[in-house]
């Protein structure tokens, strides 16, 4: 009996009435966890009942607590007939269940009807005293902390970074049980509720096991999402990555019981350990899917491409040899993995050594044709295809890792798209092994890769390299090769020398599909998918070239499937790397010369374009410093060939050369208006206005160039559905119809915040739906940030000093020699290609012309690989051993005193993973809620917006609640993971579906933190807000 | 392209004042954005109509929310749908119950029913206040005189906890119910009679004296928008200084040697003391008789105000006749009558 949970229920206030008669209710409270329940006292004729219950005692084992979400019924009692629900309180009592997290769950929370909404709250103290456990094949991973922050949370340190983990399960969906024909919406939504929450718990209990496995201690970057796929059953899938953490208060504490084990998990490459025995019994993963089950299901893999920012050719020649060294021990490191992939987006300095760029791979699937669909097997082994994909993606690009690793569905009735993304990157070997490593070895490689541009040099061979490249020589170090552009899907990384600031760039994208069925369906989507993705990257070129700027940060592109169209929508932050070449301009050229009127717009519109990149860089702040050409080496004279495509294809292999051909051979930054179509394209391009003066906006977690934050906060959720129709729908209008969407979306949250300016819209999260024929759903959750505008102003003016100021707050991990662009770090480097820049640069003349071959023979490789089916994978079993500790690198800001003083504690909300102007001192735990509600009074409640203002609202309401009775004042990493809106206005109803989640913690206001005698965090103080909630 | 559905919610939740004004003042959406586009929020903003719509939109619909909320101010502070920093929830309560001076001028003293409600289109028309802003403040007038008509205790108090703010006047005044309608008391704004109900309920009311009301005296159980009845039962004690020939004579005299070459309208004022002692005090005395209290304010006025101002006193001249006058008797039942007819009486001394 390993653990006792015990609950007690203290009083309720502000119930409905639900005796008419009287306008009172004779409340009571049923307390239900697993299979049994307690029930308190009527207490009588109150609308603020007092129940101060005993202690109701629940004696469970670890799994069921893992799994089970305590239940809270509130009843009006009815002596003549049946009881009336009032409404229920889930609280799910994970975060209890490890000792670094909360102890106690105690305060108001509000009572939640699928039905009406909140009414009332109750106030509720849970408790649990866990029993140690000795049985080594348990089933529960108590003790496994989670995080949906995709950084180390900011006070633990990584000892080890483990790897990928990854789980899903399949049940049957309630909604299309056949027992929901007969009962009440009211009980429908309330067991999918409940599925949904046994079932997050199920999936967070077997991803805990596979960390203990691992000897990891936690998961970090933790991503739980669930499918709707209808009649075929409702799948909760999640990704994260397992890291042994240490708690920074005690880093004096020597790297504790993990560092043995990790050693001799090194030796035996922890490919499913016997000594591990309970693995199977429990892990209901794949057990074989063989390749008959397979080819059953219908199944297109879809063409793949590879935006990268160009890459290749290692560094000069002394260089060579050691990178020859460090990528064997890289290679060997992760090798041993199945998927060496991270979720995380932001990294401890010097993990990251080389971006590739980014790895992306789509499938399109039939829900209808799943040979067993109440098993994982088949989605498993769907999964596994896609992994499999981006990891030969990625080893293309001359990567043996995957950072910034996302995966995310698109379900329009059978169809199913299944997407897979991140960033190929090399890795340092320093932070894969462990111990080991650290000798001379250790510091060459901090040498190797400087800091402020490391990451941006090109990870592969230069004389190897899979596709046309454009190279020139890092404008920073100026002794190894970077690409002109990089694309990432990770965040800006904190040593990055930038000019300027960032800004955010959309790409919009719709095409029209024609209605079918099952596997003509399926093709014609897939079909569709690569002129849709190619299409998606020239826009982001394009943006990105307008605005003057060279890399993408936090890249997410969205590919949505409905009845009768396909929507992409891209979403990334555009930064000026200073390592990266200043990009060139764009140029129009006319198709039909000798049209003097034509000649003329043409020339106007290369005005206009002009105009917009030259506004744009001072808007922007982009004022590189003029280098000297002899300097940096003349660019690599080379016909320009700037846009990398790659691609995989493995349906009609004709479709090869007629996309590729567009791409690669023409110059991509001269636009050809052939039609009126290009002339849409590039009108379309002037279309996207740049935010309000005052306002900036990124999607990644950190604005480039603004660093000077206050503590004023707005996270918001703003949702639109829209109709896209117009009588004779076109692609051109409706990509209109969908720009103008977003941009009057963009538009309007810039209105609402205008009181906050100076500010930034940060991590701006756009998702997109089509619930219905024509009806787009645009959800779009950010914070708005205040910053100080004055010191905006000096700190862009150095952003070398800059970065030194920050690195010199990392504790340990201090980097090794400054960052000036104009000093001359080589003189302390043992390997030193500098001398040898000259050279170096008249050397390497360029890329040869045999190049293209490779890249077409190159993708033809892609291709074969796409097209082999492949079989039914072993499970992910990755460990990653890492034994570096992570400087803590949060920033220091100004802080301002914030007044709490109402009687509700103030609970902060933010999509970030910090809180500007703040310092986290606990994480008490995850936050995964999973809401429904529906209304058969649509009207009466203001309409679809009435009814939804409400429910956002009311999950606002639940999680605060949630994160105040968990101790805490703030959520942070905090995401809407899904919005299903779907309404019937001639019934008058509607039904929505949120899942949120994120972390609860702790926080203490910096100005607070220096008022207090010097402490480590472990004393932290508790935060005033927090208090005051308890009972009255 | 239509946006069938458009919501903005922020985890605190956004209170654009102007447009709560607007909300308030019980504008449409429609008329909401055609005075926020005249106030030039777009060429500030560089933005479009339909933002401001979706804006306007919104707000609206945080308000209506909120609405439920506003009518028990304590329940929005215990809340847990909105996040409102305790400042902003402050000024959403008193600007819900603030309510147009010109109206609550038209309902002081009215009786808060149906009728009253159906006669607001010309109150609206009279006022120049928006019917719906009218039936809004006319629920807010009921709504709080219901709520502490059961309760005791201050009756100041007794709002300010429950509605946190500041509504006494109006609830005294619908309590006793004062004739103010009359066309001799048009003159006399909003403002005026709020100060003379601030005055009565100082001086007059149970908790005025400083002590703790008795709990075992009969009026401990009344609520505190009535006058003491004991009180006015004391003030029928009084009488005698206007009945007996001797005490008026006496007062009289004391007065008129107190001022003689202070005042200049002393020949009046020598001519007329007995009328006005008379009306001073018969005001009191006849505060025993619902039927009679309703002319409290008609007899002040028409007794004493217009008398002095057909004389030309000057208001330097009734405060120092006042003042003596009070001063010529030392009783503290007298002293804690005259202290609120005499403010009562300067304050609505003007034009």
């Known amino acids: 009996m390993p653990g006792k949970l015990k609950v007690k229920i203290v009083a309720g206030r502000h119930l409905p009435v639900m005796d008419r008669a009287s306008d009172l209710t004779d409340a009571f409270v049923e307390v239900k966890f697993g299979n049994t329940t307690f029930k308190t006292d009527v207490y009588p004729k109150s609308l603020n009942p007092q129940w101060n219950s005993e202690w109701f005692k629940f004696e469970v084992d670890d799994e069921e607590l893992q799994d089970e979400p305590l239940q809270i019924t509130v009843l009006d009692h009815d002596t003549y007939s049946a009881n009336d629900a009032i409404g229920k309180v889930y609280i799910d009592i994970d975060p209890l269940l490890y000792s670094e997290a909360a102890t106690v769950i105690s305060g108001w929370f509000p009572i939640y009807d699928t039905i009406h909404g909140i009414r009332g709250e109750i106030n509720v103290v849970v408790k649990v005293d866990l029993f140690n456990d000795l049985n080594r094949f348990r089933q529960s991973s108590c003790g496994v902390k989670f995080f949906c922050t995709t950084s180390i949370p900011k006070c633990y340190r990584a000892v080890i970074i483990h790897g990928f983990v990854e789980e899903l399960v399949v049940n049957e969906d309630p909604e299309y049980q056949w027992i929901d024909r007969i009962r009440t919406p009211r009980a429908s939504n309330e067991a999918r509720q409940r599925l949904i929450s046994l079932m997050s718990g199920e999936l967070q209990r077997k991803i805990g096991l596979k960390v203990l496995e691992m000897r990891g201690n936690a998961v970090v970057g933790y991503l739980q999402c669930f499918d709707l796929e209808g009649e075929s059953g409702l799948v909760v899938r999640a990704i994260g990555t397992a890291c042994t953490l240490d708690k920074l208060s005690n880093t004096s504490a020597f790297l504790p019981a993990c560092n043995s084990p990790s050693k001799e998990m090194k030796e035996s490459p922890l490919v499913h350990p016997p000594s591990h025995g309970c693995r199977s019994t429990h892990n209901s993963p794949i057990h074989t899917a063989t390749g008959s089950r397979l080819t059953q299901n219908f199944s297109v893999s879809v063409p793949t491409l590879i935006y990268t920012g160009m890459g290749s050719g290692s560094a000069g020649k002394e260089g060579g040899p050691f990178k020859t060294l460090l990528r064997q021990q890289t290679q060997s490191a992760l090798e041993q993995r199945e998927f060496p992939f991270f979720t995380l987006t932001t990294f401890p300095p010097g993990f990251l050594v080389h971006v590739g760029g980014v790895v992306s791979a789509r499938s399109v699937k039939l829900l209808d044709r799943i040979h067993n669909p109440d098993e994982p097997e088949t989605r498993d082994a769907w999964w596994a295809e896609i992994r499999q994909e981006i990891k030969s993606h990625a080893k293309a690009l001359g990567c043996h890792a995957v950072v910034g690793y996302s995966e995310s569905t698109s379900i329009c009735e059978e169809v199913c798209i299944l997407s897979a993304s991140g960033t190929a990157a090399v890795l340092n070997p320093r932070f894969l092994q462990d111990g080991t490593m650290e000798g001379c070895l250790e510091q060459r490689i901090e040498e190797a890769s400087p800091p402020g541009c490391g990451f941006c040099h090109i990870p592969y061979d230069e004389l190897n390299m899979p596709f046309p490249a454009h190279l020139t020589y890092c404008y920073n170090c100026r002794k190894q090769k970077v690409p002109d552009v990089l694309f990432t899907t990770i965040d800006l990384p904190v040593e990055a020398i930038v000019v300027g600031k960032g800004c955010l760039i959309q790409a919009r994208l719709c095409r029209l599909k024609k209605k079918a069925q099952a596997e003509a369906n399926a093709t014609s989507i897939s079909n569709l998918l690569p002129f849709m993705e190619y299409e998606v990257h020239t826009q982001l070129m394009n943006k990105l070239k307008l605005r003057g700027m060279n890399a993408l940060f936090g890249l997410r592109i969205q590919i949505t499937v409905g009845e009768n169209m396909l929507m992409g929508l891209a979403s990334a932050t555009g930064v000026y790397l200073a390592a990266l070449p200043t990009p060139g301009g764009i140029q129009i050229a006319g198709k039909t010369p000798n049209d003097a009127t034509y000649d003329q717009h043409i020339s106007h519109m290369q005005k206009k374009i002009n105009d917009t990149i030259a506004k744009n860089k001072e808007l922007y702040e982009i004022n590189p410093p003029e280098l000297p050409e002899e300097i940096i080496g003349s660019p690599i004279p080379e016909p320009r060939q700037r846009s990398r495509l790659l691609r995989s294809q493995s349906e009609s292999s004709d479709e090869v050369t007629e996309l590729d051909l567009s791409h690669g051979k023409k110059d991509a930054f001269v636009l050809e208006i052939d039609d009126t179509d290009a002339m849409e394209d590039v009108h379309s391009l002037l279309t996207d206005v740049p935010p309000p003066s005052g306002f900036y906006s990124c999607n990644t977690e950190i604005m480039p160039g603004i660093n000077n934050w206050t503590p004023e906060i707005q996270m918001f959720t703003a949702v639109r559905v829209s109709r896209l129709s117009t009588i004779n729908p076109t692609n051109q209008t409706l990509n209109k119809n969908f720009n103008d969407l977003c941009e009057n979306l963009l538009k309007s949250l810039y209105f609402k915040l205008r009181s906050m300016v100076p500010c930034c819209l940060c991590h701006v999260n756009f998702t997109v739906a089509l619930p219905e024929d024509e009806l787009v759903q645009i959800a779009v959750t950010a914070v708005a940030i205040t910053y100080d505008k004055n010191q905006a102003l000096q700190a862009n003016k150095a952003p070398t000093e800059k970065s030194q100021q920050r690195a010199s707050t990392d504790n340990e991990e201090q980097l090794q020699f400054p960052l000036e662009l104009c000093s001359d770090p080589l003189s302390s480097q043992p390997f030193s290609p500098a001398k040898e820049v000259l050279e170096g640069a008249s050397s390497h003349t360029g890329i040869p012309a045999a190049q293209r071959d490779r890249c077409n023979s190159w993708i033809e490789l892609i291709k074969l690989k796409a097209q082999t089916i492949r079989r039914g994978s072993i499970k992910t079993t990755t460990s990653l051993e890492k034994a570096s500790p992570l400087a803590e690198g949060y920033l220091r800001h100004r802080s301002v005193p914030s007044c709490t003083n109402s009687t509700v504690s103030v609970v902060k909300m933010t999509p970030l993973s910090f809180l500007p102007g703040a310092k986290i001192t606990k994480y008490l735990g995850i936050i995964n809620m999973f809401f429904i509600r529906e209304t058969t009074s649509l009207r009466e409640e203001g309409g679809v917006s009435g009814f939804l203002h409400a429910f956002i609202a009311e999950v606002f309401a639940m999680v605060r609640a949630h994160v105040a009775a968990l101790g805490g004042n703030a959520v942070v990493s905090y995401i809407m993971k899904q919005c299903v809106f779907m309404e019937n206005p001639n019934k008058n109803q509607a039904q929505c579906l949120i899942n949120v989640s994120g972390d609860a913690v702790i926080f203490v206001r910096e100005s607070e933190l220096e008022m207090l005698p010097v402490q480590p965090s472990t004393a932290a103080p508790q935060p005033t807000s927090s208090a005051g909630d308890v009972t009255t | ?351």
């Not at chain 2, 005055?199 to 709990?215: K, R």
């Open chain 2, 1 to 351: 392209m239509s946006s069938d559905l458009d919501v903005f919610v922020g985890n605190t939740t956004l209170i654009d004042e102007e447009v709560y004004r607007l909300w308030l003042d019980g504008h449409s959406v429609a008329e909401a954005v055609a005075r926020r586009l005249r106030g030039g929020v777009l060429e500030r903003e560089g933005t479009s109509v339909a933002v401001l719509q979706s804006d306007t939109r919104d707000h609206y619909r945080t308000f209506q929310m909120l609405e439920r909320l506003l009518h028990a101010p304590p329940r929005l502070l215990q809340q847990l749908l909105f996040q409102i920093p305790p400042e902003r929830q402050a000024l959403l309560v008193q600007r819900y119950y603030a309510f147009d001076e010109a109206l609550a001028r038209e309902l002081l003293g009215k009786k808060l029913s149906k009728g009253t409600k159906k006669e607001l289109d010309e109150v609206s028309a009279r006022t120049g206040v928006g019917i719906r802003s009218c039936r809004r403040q006319f629920d807010n007038f009921k709504r709080v005189f219901k709520a502490v008509e059961e309760l005791r205790g201050p009756l100041a108090e007794n709002i300010q906890q429950l509605f946190l703010l500041d509504y006494a006047a109006i609830v005294f005044f619908a309590n006793s119910r004062f004739e103010t309608g009359k066309r001799r008391l048009q003159f006399l704004s909003f403002a005026d009679f709020a100060a003379c109900a601030q005055s009565m309920m100082g001086h007059w009311s149970q908790g005025a004296l400083g002590e703790p009301p008795d709990p075992r005296a009969p009026e401990a159980a009344e609520p505190d928008g009535d006058l003491p009845k004991s009180f006015l039962q004391d003030l029928k004690e009084l009488k005698v200084l206007v009945a007996d020939k001797d005490l008026l004579d006496q007062h009289k005299s004391l007065v008129c040697s107190a001022l003689r070459g202070k005042i200049s309208v002393y020949n009046e004022l020598e001519a007329n003391f007995k009328a006005l002692s008379r009306a001073l005090v018969n005001v009191g005395g006849k505060l025993t008789h619902a039927r009679d209290v309703r002319d409290f304010f008609v007899d002040l006025v028409e007794k004493v105000i217009e008398p002095c101002r057909s004389d030309k006193w000057s208001p330097g001249d009734l405060r120092l006749f006042l003042t003596h006058y009070t001063a010529a008797r030392h009783q503290a039942l007298w002293e804690r009558y005259m202290a609120a007819i005499t403010a009562c009486l300067l304050r609505m001394y003007h034009d």
